[in-house]
C-alpha cells in the first residue's frame, strides 16, 4: 500500500500530524505499538496526572479549605480505587476519541512497531502478529521520549516508580521519595502528599523547577514547603535498598560528603525524560541524532535525509505536548506544500500543582545572559481581590519587557489556575505586544486575570491595585 505520509509515532505531535494531513488531502497512515493511541501524554502523561491532581486538591480542600468558607463536611474519606477509575474513564474516552479523530479524517491506524526500512519504505511489525510494508513518499519520525533512568537503581513499577508507576499506586504511601524536582516529581509527588503521604523530594541541583525564572521558582518552593513538602536540593541519590518493610535510599550531598539514609514505602524516580529512537532504523536509513539520541531537523522539521522528517520529545526544544502539537501540524503543511511554523519564543509550560506555575518567553536569568535590557513589572496575587475572595492569594505575577523593541518578551506566574491565564500572554506575544498594550486593554473585574493587567502596569511604574 503506498501513501502521501506514514507517522510512526501516535502521540500529540503524530496524530495532530495526521489529522492536519488528512485535512488537506494526503493520503495518511499512522503507526502505534502502544496498542491505543495518545501516546505518553495521552495514557500515562498529562492526562492521567491532570485527573489525580484535579481530584486530589477536591479533597484537600473539601479536608482544609471548606471550613474556612462555611462549609462543613462529615465523614469525609479517601475512595482511592474510584479515583484511579476516574482517571482511567478520562483516559479511554479521550483515546476512542483520537481513534475516531483518524477515521473521520480517512487516516489509517496500523497497531505495530515501525521501523524505517530504507528510502520511502516503513516495516512495521504488527501488534497481532505477522508484518506489513508501507510505500510512502514521506516519513514523520513522533516516536515520543521514555523516563530516564537513574543509575543503579531498578524501577519495578510498584515499590520504585517511574511516572507511569506513580499513576497507579494502589495505596497511598506512608513516605514518598522524589527523586528530581522538575515538573513531573512535583506534580505526582503533589498528588500523593494532598492523599495523606509524607513527601520528601530529592534534588541534584541547588534549586527546584531549573528552567523556571528564579523568583518565580524560590516561590514556588516556599509554596510547597507551607504545605508539607521537604526537600533535599544540591543531594543525589547514591542507592535504593529493598527490605521487607520498605526502602531505604542513600542519599549524598552533590558536592561530596557525607552519606544519609533516608526511609520510604515508595521511590518515585522523575528525573527526566530521553528520546525514544530505539529500534527505528536511523542507522540503516542514515537519520543522524546528536549525541543525547535527538534528532536534529532543518528547522523546517527535515532530518538530513530527504523524506524523513522529526516532531515532538524525540526532536530538539522543550519536551511539552503541545510543542509537538504544532511542530505536527506545521509539518502536515510543509509536507503538503503549504507554510508552516512554530515560534519557539512563545510555548508555554505549566505546572499543574496548586498553586501551579505558568511561564511563556525569557526569564530574567536568560535576558541578563545575553545582555538584553528589559524593565520588569509584577504584582503579587495576594493584592488581587478575586484571590483573596477565593483564598488562593499564593504567588505573583511577573512581566518582562524588552526595552529596544517594547514588546513583552517574558511572563512568570505563580497561582491558582496561571495555566488558564497565560494563553492572554501568549496571544499578546504573538502579536509583538507591549506591556502598555495588555495594561490598556480592559480586563473583567474581580478576576484572576487582572493581576496580569497591574503586572503590565508595574513595567512602567504605574501598578495600582498595590
Known amino acids: ?42 495514557n500515562v502523561g498529562c492526562i492521567p496526572s491532570k485527573a489525580l491532581l484535579h481530584a486530589s486538591e477536591y479533597y484537600e480542600a473539601a479536608a482544609k479549605t471548606f471550613p474556612s468558607m462555611g462549609v462543613k463536611i462529615t465523614g469525609l474519606s479517601l475512595d482511592l480505587p474510584q ?34 526500512a530504507g528510502k520511502g519504505r516503513v516495516e512495521v511489525k504488527l501488534a497481532d502478529g505477522g508484518s506489513q510494508t508501507l510505500e510512502t513518499k514521506n516519513i514523520v519520525i513522533a516516536t515520543g521520549s521514555v523516563p530516564t533512568p537513574l543509575p543503579g537503581v531498578d524501577i519495578d513499577e510498584e515499590r520504585i516508580v517511574s511516572s507511569t508507576g506513580a499513576l497507579s499506586l494502589k495505596q ?11 515538573v513531573i516529581g512535583l506534580e505526582l509527588g ?22 523556571v525564572d528564579a523568583e518565580i521558582s524560590a516561590a514556588f518552593q516556599r509554596a510547597l514547603k507551607k504545605q508539607g513538602m521537604k526537600f533535599e536540593l544540591g543531594h543525589k541519590v547514591a542507592g535504593v535498598e529493598k ?7 542513600t542519599i549524598e550531598p552533590a558536592k561530596g560528603g557525607p552519606a544519609r539514609t533516608l526511609e520510604a514505602d515508595v521511590v518515585l524516580v522523575a528525573i527526566g525524560r530521553k528520546p525514544f529512537t530505539e529500534g527505528l532504523g536511523l542507522d540503516s536509513a542514515g537519520v543522524k541524532a546528536d549525541p543525547r539520541g535527538f534528532i536534529p531537523h532543518d528547522g523546517h522539521f527535515k532530518t538530513n535525509v530527504e523524506g524523513v522528517y522529526v516532531i515532538g520529545d524525540c526532536t530538539t526544544g522543550p519536551m511539552l505536548a503541545h510543542k509537538a502539537e504544532d511542530e505536527g501540524i506545521a509539518a502536515a503543511q510543509i509536507i503538503a506544500g503549504q507554510w508552516g511554523h512554530v515560534n519557539y519564543d512563545v510555548i508555554p509550560n505549566v ?24 524593565k520588569a513589572g509584577k504584582f503579587p496575587m495576594m493584592a488581587n481581590s478575586r484571590a483573596r475572595t477565593n483564598h488562593q492569594t499564593e504567588g505573583m505575577v511577573k512581566v518582562l519587557e524588552e526595552v529596544a523593541t517594547k514588546k513583552v518578551v517574558g511572563v512568570h506566574m505563580l497561582g491558582s489556575g496561571v495555566g488558564e491565564m497565560i494563553g492572554e500572554v501568549c496571544v499578546a506575544m504573538e502579536f509583538g505586544a507591549s506591556a502598555e498594550d495588555i495594561a490598556r486593554t480592559c480586563h473583567a473585574h474581580p478576576t484572576m486575570s487582572e493581576a496580569i493587567k497591574e503586572a503590565t502596569k508595574g513595567v ?7
Open 1 to 42: 500500500m503506498s501513501y502521501d505520509l506514514v507517522i510512526i509515532g501516535g502521540g500529540p505531535g503524530g496524530y495532530n500530524c495526521a489529522i492536519r494531513a488528512g485535512q488537506l488531502g494526503l493520503k495518511t497512515a499512522i503507526i502505534e505499538s502502544r496498542g491505543k493511541l495518545g501516546g505518553t501524554c495521552l
Open 83 to 116: 479515583m484511579l477509575k476516574q482517571k482511567e474513564d478520562a483516559v479511554d474516552g479521550l483515546t476512542k476519541g483520537v481513534e475516531f479523530l483518524m477515521r473521520k479524517n480517512k487516516v489509517d491506524y496500523v497497531k505495530g512497531f515501525g521501523r524505517i
Open 172 to 182: 497511598v504511601p506512608g513516605k514518598l521519595i522524589v527523586v528530581g524536582a522538575g
Open 190 to 211: 503533589s498528588v500523593w502528599r494532598r492523599l495523606g503521604a509524607e513527601v520528601t523530594v530529592v534534588e541534584f541541583l541547588d534549586k527546584i523547577t531549573p528552567t
Open 243 to 249: 527490605t521487607s518493610s520498605g526502602l531505604l535510599v
Open 351 to 374: 505546572i499543574y500543582t496548586d498553586p501551579e506555575v505558568a511561564t511563556a518567553g525569557k526569564t530574567e536569568e536568560e535576558l541578563k545572559a545575553a545582555g538584553v535590557e528589559y
Open 460 to 466: 512602567d511604574g504605574w501598578t495600582m491595585q498595590a
